[in-house]
C-alpha cells in the first residue's frame, strides 16, 4: 500500500498550516482513499493518522516528536508513511528505504574514518539540512550496525531533525539474537523516550485485496518453477553468455545480459559476500531482474537467507521488475528462521506464478 498517493496532497499538506480541524482533514482524504478502494481504516491506522495530523502542526511550530510505526506486514505502515511525507509541507524533507540509507551510511563513514568526526561528514552529504526525514522498513539484525544507529539517532535528533519510521517490529522486538539484545537496549531506550511508539494494528492484510492489485509492485514479474525451456522462451529468458560484472570494484558474474535486463544466479547473489550497497548499484543499472536458481531457502545459510531478504526489499523499493525462476513451487521455497522472511513471501507473493 505504498504506491496510490497522488500530488494534490502536497496542496493539502500546505493547507493544514493554517487549518483549524487538520486533523479531520487528513483523517478525512485517507478515509476517502480507503473507501474507494472498498475497505475501511483500522482503529490502529486511524489512531496514527491522528498522531501525524499532530506532527504537522507542531512542525510548523517547531517542537515534533518523531513517531515510529510498528505492525505485521500488510497493515498499511508504508501507505501512511508516504500519505505523510506529501502532506509535510516543507521542502527540506527525504523518504528513504532505510536499506538505501545505511548502506550508504557505511560508505560515507568509510570514506570520511580519517576524519575527526566521519559520522557527521556523512550525514552532511546524506541529508545536508533536512528537516524531516522518513525511513520505511527499518530493522536490524547486526551488532554492528546496532552499535552504530545509536550514534546515528543521537545525531539526527541533535540536528533536529524529525523521524517518522515504520518497522515490522516494536522497539523492544529489534535485533532478537539474544547474545547481542543487551547492548542494544540503549537504542531502545532512545526510540521510546525520543519518539512515539505506535501500532499499526488490524486483522486485514491490505496486499492480499484485489482492489490493491494495481497498486503494487512486482504484480507485472513472475514466479516459475522448475523452470524448463518451454518456460523460459515463453518469459524470453537470454541465452546464457556469462560476463563478469564490476559492481563497487569487486567481480560479480552475470549469467547474461541484455540492454537493461540482467539475468543473475541465486548462488551468485546469495551465497557470495554481497551487501546490500551491491543490489543498490545494479538496480540503478538494470531495470528487469531475472534471478536463477532458487531452491530450497531454508537449506541455505542464514547469511544467505538474510541477503535474499535484502535484495528482494531493494528490489520491491526501487520498484524493478523481477522474474524468480525456482525448482519448486514459491510457497515450499521460502522456508527458514528469519523473521524477515514474513515481508519477503507477502512481496514475492504478488508475482505470477507458473508452474507443473
Known amino acids: 500500500m505504498s504506491a496510490w498517493i497522488p500530488a494534490p496532497l502536497r496542496q493539502f499538506g500546505k493547507r493544514l498550516r493554517g487549518a483549524a480541524n487538520h486533523q479531520s482533514e487528513l483523517l478525512g482524504w485517507f478515509e476517502d482513499k480507503a473507501q474507494s478502494r472498498g475497505y475501511q481504516l483500522s482503529q490502529g491506522q486511524r489512531r496514527v493518522i491522528e498522531c501525524m495530523a499532530e506532527q504537522l ?15 505485521s506486514v500488510g497493515r498499511g505502515k508504508s501507505w501512511l508513511l508516504d500519505g505523510f511525507f506529501q502532506a509535510v509541507p ?29 559520522l557527521r561528514a556523512t550525514l552532511d552529504e546524506l541529508v545536508g539540512d533536512c528537516r524531516v526525514l522518513c525511513f520505511d522498513e527499518f530493522h536490524v539484525h547486526d551488532i554492528g550496525d546496532a552499535m552504530l544507529l545509536t550514534r546515528l539517532f543521537k545525531a539526527l535528533f541533535a540536528r533536529g531533525v524529525f523521524l517518522l519510521v515504520t518497522s515490522n517490529y516494536a522497539p523492544e522486538g529489534l535485533l532478537p539474537n ?26 486485514t492484510d491490505f496486499r492480499s485485496l484485489p482492489a490493491n492489485r494495481e497498486h503494487q509492485r512486482f504484480t507485472q514479474g513472475h514466479y516459475v518453477w522448475p523452470g524448463n525451456a518451454e518456460q523460459r522462451q515463453a518469459l524470453n529468458v537470454p541465452a546464457q553468455c556469462p560476463v563478469m560484472l564490476e559492481v563497487n570494484k569487486r567481480p560479480l558474474r552475470a549469467l547474461a545480459t541484455d540492454g537493461r ?26 531495470d528487469e531482474w531475472i534471478i536463477d536458481g532458487l531452491d530450497d531457502l531454508s537449506e541455505c545459510s542464514l547469511a544467505a537467507q538474510q541477503r535474499f531478504v535484502n535484495l528482494v526489499d531493494v528490489l520491491y523499493d526501487q520498484d524493478r521488475q523481477l522474474t524468480l525462476i525456482g525448482t519448486r513451487p514459491l510457497e515450499e521455497s521460502l522456508g527458514g528462521p528469519l523473521a524477515d522472511l514474513m515481508r519477503t513471501r507477502s512481496r514475492l507473493g504478488q508475482l505470477h506464478q507458473t508452474g507443473l
Not at 502542526?57 to 505492525?71: A, D, F, N
Not at 542494544?184 to 499499526?200: G, T, W
Open 90 to 118: 516543507v521542502e527540506a524533507k527525504q523518504r528513504l528505504h532505510f536499506h538505501d540509507f545505511f548502506a550508504r551510511l557505511h560508505q560515507g563513514m568509510h570514506c570520511h574514518r580519517a576524519l575527526d568526526d566521519a
Open 178 to 203: 539474544p547474545l547481542y539484545h543487551e547492548r542494544f537496549l540503549p537504542v531502545i531506550r532512545l526510540i521510546n523516550s525520543a519518539m512515539q511508539v505506535l501500532e499499526v494494528g488490524g486483522d
Open 261 to 286: 535486463r540482467v539475468v543473475l544466479a541465486f548462488d551468485d547473489l546469495c551465497e557470495k559476500a554481497t551487501a546490500v550497497i551491491d543490489y543498490l548499484v545494479l538496480a540503478g543499472q538494470y
Open 57 to 71: 502542526v507542531q512542525l510548523e511550530q517547531g517542537q515534533p516528536r518523531s513517531l515510529y510505526l510498528y505492525g
